[in-house]
C-alpha cells in the first residue's frame, strides 16, 4: 500500500513538471518568436523609414561654402587669397583622371557601385561612440562629403544617423561624379587648405590639373591624418606611416585596373615642398586688392558675391614694375624720412599710379607704406588737390576750343601772356589775382615759358579766355571726376578740385595715347565657377583732337627738359610731364609719361590722427616739397627701371603751332611776398643746371617782322623731342618746326 502511494505520488510531481515545462514551450515557440521579431523588425523599419521621410537634405553649412578669392599678377602667379578659408572650388574635368582615382583607391574602392553608405562602419562608429572609443569607423566617401558639405565634425549619435540617412539621399538624387567633385573640395588637407586646387598649391605649388598620380596619391593619403602626414613637418612615424599609406593607395589603384603595374613600378614617392605663408593683406597687397575688388564693384558685382568668395581674378599689375615701383618709394623718400622721431616725416604719405597708356592697364600701384597700418589707399583718394599738373588741361582745352586771348589772338603754344604777379585777369565774372611763387613776375613769357616755370598769372588769364565751364568739360572728358571743389570759376586753374594719382595717370595717359581716352583698369579678367565678368575695354573713344593731345604733349617736354620737371631728365628716355604743389605744400605731385608708360606719383601731408591736411615743407629737412623734388625723383627712378634702364621709343607728334603777332605786354615790377601766399609753390625755375648728360636744344632766332615762323633744324635721333617752343630759356616766340620737321618724325606740324 505504502508503495502504491508512493507511485501514485511521483506519477503526480512528474505530471506537474510536465505541465509546467509546456507551458513555458508552448509560450516561447518558434512560431511565436519569429512574429515577434518580425513584429520588431518593421517596427525599426518603419522607425528608419519615419526618419528617412523627417529628415531633410539641408543646404550647405556655411563653412563649406566659403571660399577664398585668388588673386594673381599678370604673369599668373599668385599675389594673394583674400578670406580666412582657403579653398578654390573646381570641377572635375579641372582633375586629372587618375587623381580622382587615387581619392577612391585610398577611401572607397566601391565608390562607383555603392549605395553611398557603407552600414557596417557606420554601425561600427557609433558603438565607438557610445562606448567612448574615439572616431573609428569607417565611412564611405558620399559619407564624408555629407559630413563635411552639410552636418558638422561633431561625434554624436544622432549626427552619425543623420549621416547615414543624408547619404542614402544624396547618393539617390547626385550623380557620383558630383558627389566626388564635393568630396574633393570640401576635405581638409592640412596647410590651411580646403579643397585639392587649395592642396595642390599649398604641398606642390601648382593648380589641380597640374597634378601628377604620385602627388595626387600622396593628398588622397594625407585626408586620413593631415598634420600627422604632412612630411616636412612629420616625425619618422609619420613619414613611414604616410609611406604606406601612399604605397597602399596606389596598390590599391592597380588591384582596380587604374594603374598599370610597370607604370606603377617605376613611381618615386613626391616629397612635397615646404609650406610657405598663406600670402596676406600686408604691404602694397592689400591696396592691389582693394582696388581691384572696387573696380569689379564698378562694374556690377555685388560685394556680397566678392564676400562669398570663389573667384580667380588675374590683376593687370606687373610683378617687376610693383617691385620697382616700391623700390624707388624706398630708396627716394622713405630711406630719407625719420617717421618715428620727426614730426614732420610722421605725417608725410605717398602714392602712385603708373598706367601703360596703349592698353589702360595699370601695371603698377603705390597706395601706403602698408596697408594694414594705413588703410586708406594714396593712389586712388581724391581729398587732395593735384594743383599745377591741372594747368596741361586748361591748355588743352584753349586747343580743343580753338580759344584767343581777350584781344583776339589765337592759344598756343607760343602765345605771350602778361606773367605778371598778382595781375587781376581781364574778362572774368570773378576778380581773380593769383602770386607766383615768391611774387615773382616774369613779364612777357610764351604759354611754354609759363608752362615749364609754372607761372600762375598766366594760366589764370588763359582759363578766363577759355572759359571755365568749357576747362571743367575738357577735363571731365579727359578722365578726371566731378568731384567736392570742382567748381567752375578761375581759381580753377590752379588745381583747387579733389583728385586721385589714379584720375590723374588716365588724364596723362590719354594726352600719351593722342587723346583717345584711357580709363585705368587694373583688372584683367574676374571669373567664378557660374559667371565671367565681361570688362570694358580702357581705351575709349577720342576724347580730345590728336593735334590738341600731341601740342600739350610736346609742351610738356619742355618742362621735363628745361622746367621744373628737370629731376625726370635724362637722355636714357623721351619724357613729358608737369610738376604741382598745392597750397601751403599740402601736395605735391609729378604727374609724366614716356611713350610706353604714363606714371603720377604725389606726396600727402596728413595729420592721420586728427584727420586733418598739414603742409609737407620741412620733408628730410628739405624745406618746401615741390613736386620737383622728391615725387619727381620717385618718378624718374621708377621709369627708368620699368624701361629696362631706358628706351628708344620716341613719341610720335602731330601739333599745330600759331604764331603771335600780337604787341609786348609791359611788364611789373616783382613785389615780395611769403612762399606761402601762392596757391602754388612750384619753384619757378630749376636750380641749377639740369642733370649730366642731359642734352640740350639750340634756341632758334624770333622773326616778329617775318609775320611768320621759321624752320627749327631737324633734330637728331639721339636728341630728346623738341618742343615746339626753344626749350633753352622757356620759350621764344617765332619757332615752330618746318613743314618735313615734325617732332619727332611725327609729320608735318600744321599751321
Not at 158 to 184: F, M, P
Amino acid at each position: 500500500m505504502g508503495r502504491a502511494k508512493a507511485r501514485r505520488s511521483r506519477q503526480r510531481g512528474a505530471r506537474r513538471e510536465q505541465g509546467s515545462g509546456g507551458g513555458i514551450r508552448r509560450l516561447f515557440t518558434w512560431r511565436k518568436l519569429l512574429g515577434t521579431f518580425s513584429v520588431l523588425l518593421l517596427l525599426l523599419l518603419g522607425g528608419l523609414y519615419a526618419v528617412y521621410l523627417l529628415v531633410p537634405v539641408p543646404t550647405a553649412n556655411a563653412e563649406a561654402e566659403l571660399q577664398s578669392n585668388v588673386y594673381k599678377y599678370s604673369d599668373g602667379s599668385v599675389l594673394a587669397r583674400s578670406g580666412k578659408v582657403n579653398r578654390s572650388i573646381v570641377g572635375l574635368d579641372e582633375i586629372p583622371d587618375p587623381v580622382e582615382k587615387a581619392f577612391v583607391a585610398a577611401e572607397n574602392k566601391t565608390f562607383y557601385e555603392d549605395s553611398g553608405v557603407d552600414f557596417k562602419g557606420t554601425v561600427r562608429g557609433v558603438v565607438n561612440t557610445l562606448t567612448g572609443r574615439g572616431k573609428q569607423g569607417g565611412s564611405t566617401i558620399t559619407q564624408q562629403y555629407v559630413k563635411n558639405y552639410y552636418l558638422d565634425q561633431s561625434q554624436t549619435v544622432t549626427r552619425k544617423l543623420k549621416e547615414l540617412v543624408i547619404s542614402l539621399k544624396v547618393d539617390q538624387r547626385q550623380s557620383k561624379d558630383e558627389i566626388l567633385a564635393g568630396y574633393l573640395n570640401t576635405s581638409y588637407y592640412g596647410r590651411n587648405a580646403y579643397g585639392i586646387q587649395a592642396a595642390a598649391q599649398a604641398y606642390y605649388g601648382v593648380d589641380a590639373d597640374k597634378l601628377t598620380v604620385e602627388r595626387g596619391a600622396y593628398l588622397a593619403a594625407l585626408l586620413q591624418a593631415p598634420s600627422q602626414y604632412d612630411w616636412t613637418s612629420a616625425s619618422p612615424t609619420g613619414r613611414r606611416l604616410v609611406t604606406e599609406r601612399w604605397n597602399y593607395v596606389l596598390d590599391n589603384m592597380v588591384e582596380e585596373s587604374w594603374l598599370d603595374p610597370a607604370e606603377r613600378a617605376r613611381m618615386t614617392f613626391p616629397v612635397p615642398h615646404r609650406p610657405k605663408p598663406a600670402p596676406g593683406m600686408e604691404g602694397q597687397t592689400g591696396y592691389l586688392v582693394e582696388a581691384a575688388n572696387q573696380e569689379l564693384v564698378e562694374q556690377g558685382v555685388k560685394e556680397e558675391d566678392l564676400r562669398a568668395g570663389g573667384w580667380t581674378i588675374t590683376l593687370n599689375i606687373d610683378k617687376r614694375r610693383q617691385r620697382e615701383l616700391v623700390e624707388a618709394v624706398d630708396e627716394q623718400l622713405e630711406s630719407r624720412l625719420d617717421r618715428e622721431d620727426d614730426e614732420v616725416d610722421s605725417t608725410v604719405q605717398a602714392g602712385a599710379t603708373s598706367v601703360d597708356p596703349k592698353t589702360g592697364h595699370v601695371v603698377a600701384l603705390y597706395g601706403g607704406v602698408d596697408a594694414t597700418e594705413h588703410w586708406m589707399s594714396n593712389a586712388t583718394r581724391r581729398d587732395y588737390q593735384p594743383a599745377s599738373t591741372f594747368k596741361p588741361l586748361v591748355l588743352a582745352s584753349a586747343l580743343e576750343n580753338g580759344s584767343r586771348t581777350q584781344d583776339g589772338r589765337r592759344i598756343g603754344a607760343n602765345t605771350r601772356y602778361d606773367g605778371t604777379s598778382g595781375r587781376p585777369v581781364q574778362g572774368g565774372d570773378t576778380p581773380f589775382a593769383p602770386e607766383n611763387l615768391d611774387d615773382r613776375s616774369y613779364g612777357e613769357v610764351t604759354v611754354q615759358e609759363a608752362m615749364n616755370k609754372s607761372i600762375n598769372s598766366v594760366f589764370a588769364q588763359m582759363i578766363v579766355d577759355v572759359g571755365p565751364g568749357k576747362v571743367k568739360k575738357t577735363a571731365l572728358a579727359l578722365g578726371m571726376k566731378d568731384t567736392d571743389g570742382f567748381v567752375e570759376q578761375p581759381a580753377m586753374t590752379l588745381g583747387t578740385m579733389g583728385a586721385s594719382t589714379w584720375d590723374m595717370a588716365g588724364v596723362y595717359a590719354t594726352l600719351d595715347n593722342h587723346g583717345k581716352k584711357v580709363t585705368p583698369a587694373i583688372v584683367r579678367s574676374a571669373e567664378h565657377e557660374d559667371r565671367t565678368v565681361e570688362l570694358p575695354d580702357p581705351i575709349g573713344a577720342q576724347v580730345v583732337a590728336r593735334q590738341t593731345a600731341d601740342t600739350v604733349t610736346s609742351v610738356l617736354t619742355g618742362v621735363v627738359t628745361n622746367g621744373s620737371g628737370h629731376e625726370a631728365n635724362t637722355p636714357a628716355y623721351r619724357a613729358a610731364g608737369k610738376t604741382g604743389t598745392s597750397e601751403n605744400n599740402k601736395s605735391a605731385w609729378f604727374a609724366g609719361y614716356t611713350p610706353e608708360l604714363a606714371t603720377v606719383v604725389a606726396l600727402f601731408g596728413e595729420d592721420a590722427e586728427k584727420g586733418t591736411q598739414v603742409t609737407l615743407t620741412g620733408t628730410a629737412d628739405s624745406g618746401r616739397a615741390s613736386g620737383g623734388g622728391f615725387p619727381a625723383r620717385i618718378w624718374a627712378d621708377y621709369t627708368l627701371d620699368a624701361l629696362g634702364g631706358g628706351s628708344d621709343a620716341r613719341f610720335d607728334l602731330d601739333v599745330t603751332e600759331f604764331y603771335d603777332p600780337g604787341p609786348k605786354p609791359t611788364a611789373t615790377s616783382s613785389r615780395s611776398a611769403s612762399p606761402s601766399s601762392s596757391p602754388d609753390d612750384d619753384p619757378e625755375e630749376p636750380s641749377g643746371t639740369p642733370s649730366p648728360g642731359a642734352p640740350s636744344a639750340t634756341p632758334s632766332a624770333p622773326s616778329p617782322s617775318a609775320g611768320r615762323p621759321t624752320p627749327s633744324p631737324t633734330q637728331s635721333p639721339s636728341s630728346p623731342p623738341p618742343s615746339t617752343t626753344d626749350p633753352g630759356d622757356g620759350g621764344q616766340p617765332g619757332t615752330e618746326p618746318g613743314p618735313d620737321t615734325g617732332p619727332d618724325g611725327g609729320g608735318p606740324a600744321r599751321q
